[in-house]
């Protein structure tokens, strides 16, 4: 069972920052099969990179997804009101257990 | 478009059983693994069961195994999960999930809005 570790768990940011959000999996991730979500309150998740670093149709180029084997990170360049949210990391290769999950709230 | 259309939530007794059911559309059903998510109040996400395309076969997570059963009508483009046994700790919000490939490891690309299930006496 892979375990994934998302961090930090709040990240306290104002609009027009970056935002830098961090997956570390316990098993290398062959293929760079991880996918990152985004959930606003009283939302579904929306899907936003898929393929470590491959942005989901619709998606701002603002969300870039970078990394490999067991690092994986997700950039938010320029944050604007509407990203606010919770971001969950997920594999989807042996395992699908989604990450804890990572706020990204207004400071 | 793709929806996918959750129904079924209610509020049921511990030990009770409920059906949920998810209607399908803007997409060729029969060709795609499906899956439930749910998550409990304030908490993440816990991805617990999928079926592939053709129902053939279907995976549960230990904490629903022998409880929960997933299927699904390829014909009506519909999705089930029968809930028995139910737990307080099953209370959440389950969400309908669609599997993006049909040829190599799938993300879930598309999700339904959400039916609240709450597990209490």
């Known amino acids: 069972e892979i375990v994934l570790t998302q961090s930090p768990g709040t990240l306290s940011l104002s609009p027009g920052e970056t935002a830098t959000l961090s997956c570390r999996t316990s098993q290398s991730l062959t293929g760079s099969f991880l996918a990152w979500y985004q959930q606003k309150p009283g939302q579904a998740p929306r899907l936003l990179i898929y393929?470590?670093?491959i942005r989901a149709t619709g998606i701002p180029d603002r969300f870039s997804g970078s990394g490999s084997g067991t690092d994986f990170t997700l950039t938010i360049s320029r944050l604007e009101p509407e990203d606010f949210a919770v971001y969950y990391c997920q594999p989807y290769g042996d395992s699908r257990t989604f990450g804890q999950g990572t706020k990204v709230e207004i400071k | 478009e793709v929806q996918l259309l959750e129904s079924g939530g209610d509020l049921v007794q511990p030990g009770g059983s409920l059906r949920l059911s998810c209607a399908a559309s803007?997409?060729?059903?029969?060709?795609?693994?499906m899956s439930w998510v749910r998550q409990a109040p304030g908490m993440g996400l816990e991805w617990f069961s999928g079926i592939t395309d053709s129902g053939g076969d279907t995976y549960h997570a230990e904490s629903v195994k022998g409880r929960f059963t997933i299927s699904r009508d390829n014909s009506k483009s519909t999705l089930y999960l029968q809930m028995n046994s139910l737990r307080a700790e099953d209370t959440a919000v389950y969400y309908c999930?669609?599997?993006?490939?049909?040829?190599?490891?799938?993300?879930?690309?598309?999700w339904g809005q959400g039916t609240l299930v709450t597990v209490s006496s």
């Open positions: 999930t669609k599997g993006s490939d049909t040829s190599r490891p799938y993300y879930f690309d598309y």
């Open positions: 393929d470590a670093s």
């Open positions: 803007g997409f060729t059903f029969s060709s795609y693994a």
